[in-house]
Nanobody, 118 residues
Framework: QVQLVESGGGLVQAGGSLRLSCTAS????????MGWYRQAPGKQRELVAT???????NYADSVKGRFTISRDNGKNTVYLQMNSLKPDDTAVYYC????????????WGQGTQVTVSS
């Protein structure tokens, strides 16, 4: 059974920073891609950033230069350092994992709320 546990959301003023963490419990399976998505009220869920097991990263244009994704493969943990936050970054942030053995399936965390006040 795959479980994702997220932490680190909260309320911050515009220009501030937050760091999200997500740890995946996957038993004997291997984690391939880890990432973060977000969903604001009334909007579709969108990609924020992803990182492969070899460290290749991909970012949404809206967060490039402000957010940094990283991971600890030994702990199956992915981080999202968010700097220079804007009110438009307000959303529920979801951790996402794709396993090497099950490439066609996405696993999701429960979501963590990030609120940026102006």
């Amino acid at each position: 059974q795959v479980q994702l546990v997220e932490s680190g959301g909260g309320l911050v003023q515009a220009g501030g920073s937050l760091r999200l963490s997500c740890t995946a419990s996957v038993g004997i399976l291997r984690v391939n891609v880890m990432g973060w998505y977000r969903q604001a009220p009334g909007k579709q869920r969108e990609l924020v950033a992803t990182i492969t097991s070899s460290g290749n990263t991909n970012y949404a244009d809206s967060v490039k230069g402000r957010f940094t994704i990283s991971r600890d493969n030994g702990k199956n943990t992915v981080y999202l350092q968010m700097n220079s936050l804007k009110p438009d970054d307000t959303a529920v942030y979801y951790c996402n994992v794709v396993l090497t053995e099950i490439p066609g399936r996405n696993y999701w965390g429960q979501g963590t709320q990030v609120t940026v006040s102006s």
